[in-house]
């Protein structure tokens, strides 16, 4: 049977994923599975089984052959100095403290020492991720445009109804300054471990210190039993709000802005 020419294919894939990302959440079904503590999205798993079934997937081992770390040290350096800067400007300002959380000991603490163990459970899922978006263009230009707008239908349908439950400007912010961070980090980068590790970290490192309310990602970045994490310091409520988000602003910025391994791809 002949198959459908790549580019239809993989629009019917994309419709296909959001479409059944969609029926979950409205029957209120996990769009994440949790196996063995590896983190798996729904939105992931199901565009890579078309295209099992199509025997048409290898970017994933491509990729892994290619072992290196190239723009890793920087990417780092982007999301330690992003924090910097938020709580400097909070500190000069009077509106910055410590405190000690709430799960101090058995989250805070412990998801530092943990911390390899949770990007070991999130790797194999980001792995995957940059694979599909590589299996998407490879037949074209690795376009910045049309990485950001996949992901963004990709990952939408769960912000959505988190956005129809309770609309907060700040949130959807944040969500557009995460799709372009992880676009930037495919678009510029050659090395998927580099990419894995960044994609992580970065995320981790402002949840970690700024504290996280939505119960999906404190369980894929954290614990899996729990659903809130303060932060480790304590803000002005009226900076609060706007630590994360400002976070990542800052980051998105340098990353976009700043010279790491560029990747161009024809």
């Known amino acids: 049977m002949k198959k459908l020419p790549l580019s239809l294919f993989t629009t ?6 959001v479409g059944i990302q ?5 029957f209120e079904l996990p769009v994440f599975l949790i196996v063995i503590g590896f983190r798996f999205h729904l939105a992931l798993l199901i565009p890579i ?16 052959r290619d072992f290196s770390f190239k723009g890793l040290i920087s990417g780092i350096l982007v999301s330690l100095f992003s924090i910097v800067i ?15 959380p709430d799960l101090f000991y058995e989250l805070g603490l412990s998801s530092i020492a943990d911390y390899p163990i949770y990007l070991i459970w999130n790797i194999l899922e980001i792995f995957v991720f ?4 590589r299996k998407l263009f490879e037949n074209n230009k690795f376009n910045y445009i049309y990485i950001f707008a996949t992901m963004f239908f990709i990952i939408a349908p769960e912000h959505i109804k988190i956005q129809l439950n309770e609309f907060n400007y700040i949130s959807a912010i944040e969500f557009c300054l995460a799709i372009l961070i992880i676009s930037t ?10 990419i894995a590790i960044l994609l992580f970290t970065i995320f981790w490192f402002g949840l970690l210190v700024f504290g996280a309310e939505l119960p999906t990602l404190v369980r894929l970045f954290f614990g899996g039993n729990y659903s809130s994490w303060d932060g480790f310091f304590l803000l ?11 976070y990542l602003f800052i980051v998105s910025i340098i990353l976009i802005i700043k010279p790491i391994e560029r990747k161009i791809q024809s």
């Open 22 to 26: 969609f029926i979950l959440l409205f």
């Open 49 to 64: 089984i078309f295209y099992i079934l199509r025997n048409d997937f290898t970017p994933l081992s491509d990729s892994l």
């Open 130 to 133: 940059v694979s599909l978006i």
């Open 185 to 194: 980090l495919i678009y510029k980068l050659s090395s998927i471990y580099s």
């Open 236 to 246: 002005n409520k009226n900076y609060e709000s706007y630590s994360f988000v400002t």
């Open 86 to 100: 938020v709580l400097g400007f909070l500190l000069l300002t009077k509106n910055f403290g410590y405190k000690e």
């Open 12 to 17: 019917l894939v994309i419709l296909v994923t």
